[in-house]
């Protein structure tokens, strides 16, 4: 007969206890079944534990093999509470995946509230442009993205917001008091820092201008960096480019038909981490809050 945990545990409870009596109450079971497993485990180690029929005392083997049997159940019962605190959200981890705008607007109040409700889950959040976040997910490398994504398959989506385009620039630039009277097609003389978001702008008369670009940045700090530093202006939707300083302006284009629409990604619920699914549940609850409503020009689905 191989050894069994429940043999363990009985061994364990009635050295803790020195009764069969105590032992039996503690585990829920009667004196007579903690008996019956209690001689099945010494007939199987062919040697005695207790010094007396009381069991108020372990022989020299007993209490040897007390301390690996103490270890070993301790384990058990840990690996037990992991798994039901993995299984209901309490623990484990939670890879996000989302660009910068959605990092410092959108993402806050939601992970405030889902470290609230689930202090040991540990979070990993990093940020990148859209297509970067396509191939994590797609590589397994994050559980759940959020950006300017498409359909992709077996994975399921779901759009949140979308906003505007504008330009940005500094607040000294011509544009800041002619841009009622600017268009695509007149914008020439003005250097464009193009991004990854550029390519989302459908409009004709964009794209010559983009055309022209001869620098791409994708990090959106030095995107910034250098528009404030008079390389030139570039195009961002409204929710990228939150709380501005002083130096800089974002000017609207209200006259454009292409708006930027942030969803969010993951692999189906079924496929997901418990902790990735109460991640969704937060999210959907701070979108119906409209968490992000002091954002001006925001759309929700």
Same mark, same amino acid.
């Given at each position: 007969?191989?050894?069994?945990?429940?043999?363990?545990?009985?061994?364990?409870?009635?050295?803790?206890?020195?009764?069969?009596?105590?032992?039996?109450?503690?585990?829920?079971?009667?004196?007579? *079944?903690?008996?019956?497993?209690?001689?099945?485990? !010494?007939?199987?180690?062919?040697?005695?534990?207790?010094?007396?029929?009381?069991?108020?005392?372990?022989?020299?083997?007993?209490?040897?093999?007390? !301390?690996?049997?103490?270890?070993?159940?301790?384990?058990?019962?840990?690996?037990?509470?992991?798994?039901?605190?993995?299984?209901?959200?309490?623990?484990?981890?939670?890879?996000?995946?989302?660009?910068?705008?959605?990092?410092?607007?959108?993402?806050?109040?939601?992970?405030?509230?889902?470290?609230?409700?689930?202090?040991?889950?540990?979070?990993?959040?990093?940020?990148?442009?859209? +297509?970067?976040?396509?191939?994590?997910?797609?590589?397994?490398?994050?559980?759940?993205?959020?950006?300017?994504?498409?359909?992709?398959?077996?994975?399921?989506?779901?759009?949140?917001?979308?906003?505007?385009?504008?330009?940005?620039?500094?607040?000294?630039?011509?544009?800041?008091?002619?841009?009622?009277?600017?268009?695509?097609?007149?914008?020439?003389?003005? +250097?464009?820092?193009?991004?990854?978001?550029?390519?989302?702008?459908?409009?004709?008369?964009? +794209?010559?201008?983009?055309?022209?670009?001869?620098?791409?940045?994708?990090?959106?700090?030095?995107?910034?960096?250098?528009?404030?530093?008079?390389?030139?202006?570039?195009?961002?939707?409204?929710? *990228?480019?939150?709380?501005?300083?002083?130096?800089?302006?974002?000017?609207?284009?209200?006259?454009?038909?292409?708006?930027?629409?942030?969803?969010?990604?993951?692999?189906?619920?079924?496929?997901?981490?418990?902790? *990735?699914?109460?991640?969704?549940?937060?999210?959907?609850?701070?979108? +119906?809050?409209?968490?992000?409503?002091?954002?001006?020009?925001?759309?929700?689905?």
């Amino acid at each position: 007969m191989a050894i069994k945990l429940e043999m363990l545990k009985c061994f364990t409870m009635v050295a803790q206890h020195g009764s069969l009596s105590d032992a039996a109450q503690a585990l829920g079971r009667t004196p007579s *079944a903690v008996s019956m497993m209690l001689k099945q485990f !010494e007939d199987h180690i062919g040697s005695p534990l207790f010094e007396t029929a009381r069991k108020s005392r372990l022989t020299a083997l007993g209490a040897l093999i007390y !301390e690996e049997a103490r270890r070993e159940v301790g384990h058990f019962e840990n690996t037990v509470t992991v798994i039901e605190g993995i299984s209901r959200s309490k623990l484990g981890y939670l890879r996000l995946a989302v660009t910068p705008s959605v990092a410092t607007t959108l993402l806050p109040p939601v992970i405030r509230a889902f470290t609230t409700d689930h202090p040991q889950v540990q979070v990993e959040i990093r940020d990148m442009d859209s +297509a970067a976040i396509a191939e994590e997910l797609f590589h397994e490398r994050a559980d759940i993205g959020i950006g300017s994504l498409p359909d992709t398959e077996g994975m399921s989506r779901r759009a949140l917001f979308s906003d505007s385009f504008g330009v940005v620039c500094r607040k000294d630039n011509p544009l800041v008091q002619e841009w009622d009277r600017l268009t695509w097609r007149n914008m020439g003389d003005h +250097a464009l820092i193009a991004n990854g978001l550029c390519d989302l702008i459908t409009d004709p008369d964009f +794209a010559p201008f983009l055309a022209k670009s001869r620098l791409r940045v994708p990090n959106s700090t030095t995107l910034l960096s250098l528009v404030r530093e008079g390389v030139g202006i570039t195009i961002l939707p409204r929710m *990228a480019a939150p709380g501005l300083q002083d130096d800089l302006a974002f000017l609207p284009l209200v006259d454009i038909a292409t708006r930027r629409t942030v969803s969010v990604m993951s692999s189906r619920s079924h496929m997901l981490m418990p902790a *990735a699914r109460a991640f969704l549940d937060a999210l959907e609850k701070a979108v +119906a809050a409209d968490s992000f409503s002091t954002v001006p020009e925001i759309q929700k689905f």
